[in-house]
């Protein structure tokens, strides 16, 4: 069995459940193990001694939509593709991602899921759930060949094609998504488990309005038959709320989903800042969870404030969504997001906000193995190089971590006791030639008339 020292000058661990850092200690990896935390310099096939690096256990993103965030890359910022500033869910991500995934081969979408990967690797993430069409099982493909922690979410939906008319409504026919299903149920068959286990499926029914009561009955009944995550999106639209009220007797899009038996601790709800307060009290008595990714909403001028969330007692992780893909950026965004919407500095402490993507998400998707630094856990790493001058002087790591490291200061990202990244890199391919190819794909795609119209309009 292999052995890898990794010193810190700062370590994050845990003791009595708490976060605790540690000054000047040595993570020793035994395979894929974390071995022991120790201030003496172990005796290790593998030694990586570097000053001034905070290792901390491996970053959970929860919530991430590769495929589509390269799409938008660039072309829907200062509000290009909205109409009337609203979302662009409907006129322009899911259109254009169904389309693309049409034209562009299996080789090109697994193009775009390597570039996709290295760059939730370089961001310093070692556990990705990414719901996305189930028309590109070739994440899956990229999630095992480069490494990662992967928890793919094929999309159920029921209607094939979810497109929201000029009144911003989505409307379907039909209410079974069986054949969707069968897709799930054949993508669980071939990839749940694989890669040493690195590889899983969670459920995931894409949102309130595109999913209806027999599909949403059917995706919770299923997901909770394997114990699988189950992951949606809720209250993400004002259009939304406004369409669960008129289809379902008033109710709003937590109440449906509490009216059909899916709103329990085993529901990841995404975005939710259309939610009243009585939803986050109705999500809080459930144990059901917020997936917060405040840029992607702060960018349309929409404030989705992790602090909110967190106030009325829901468990609140941070994800990254279809924007960015920067989970330190997005860490710092829902730092300060909360503090304006709260008028309270301490809102959202970096403490608090390191939990959310470590030991917190770790919890939601029932990794007691995750999240923490410890011994006896697996060996997921995120270490980060706090020597950068806009670190320097360094007085509280955590703190500097939240409002002034970004995803450049990654050093390393291990996975299962494999390292991953160095010194910022990818060990274990042609970082140019996955960009250039990735590139190559989306292009296509930003090629096609209907893409040039969604982006103009």
Known sequence: MSTIAIFGSYVLTREEGSQKVLRDHWVLIEG?????????????????????????????????????????????????????NKSIVYTVLLPLSKRGAEILSAEERLAVGRMGMLQLLKG??????????????????????MGLRFYGAPYLFSTGDAKAGADGVVRYAGDDGEADMATWNALHQRWHGQADGRIRLAMS?????????????????????LDVPITIHMAQSQSE???????????????YLDWLGVLGDDLLAAHCHASTDADLKLMAARGAAVLNCPRVFARSGVTAAFGRFAAHGVRTVVGTDGYNMDLLGELNAASIISKIASGQAEAASAPELIEAVTATAASLIKRPDLGALVPGATADLTVVDMTHPHLQPLFDPRRALIALANRANIDQVMVDGRLLIHEGHYLHGDEAAIMAAGTAAIEKIWALPEAQAAFAG
């Open 124 to 145: 310093g993430a070692t556990t990705v759930m990414e719901p996305s069409r189930n028309t590109i099982p070739e994440l899956f493909d990229a999630a095992e060949e």
């Open 241 to 255: 709320v406004a369409t669960i009220a008129a289809r379902y007797d008033g109710r709003t899009p937590a109440e």
């Open 205 to 225: 029914p894409h949102a309130t309005d595109t999913c209806g009561p027999d599909l949403l009955r059917a995706a919770a009944a299923r997901a909770r038959e």
């Open 32 to 84: 894929s193990r974390v071995a022991a935390i120790t201030p003496d310099r172990p005796a290790a096939d593998e030694v990586f001694d570097r000053p001034g690096r905070f290792v901390l256990p491996g970053l959970l993103n929860l919530h991430n939509h590769i495929f589509s965030e390269a799409i938008a890359r660039t072309l829907t910022e200062d509000g290009n593709g909205r109409r009337n």
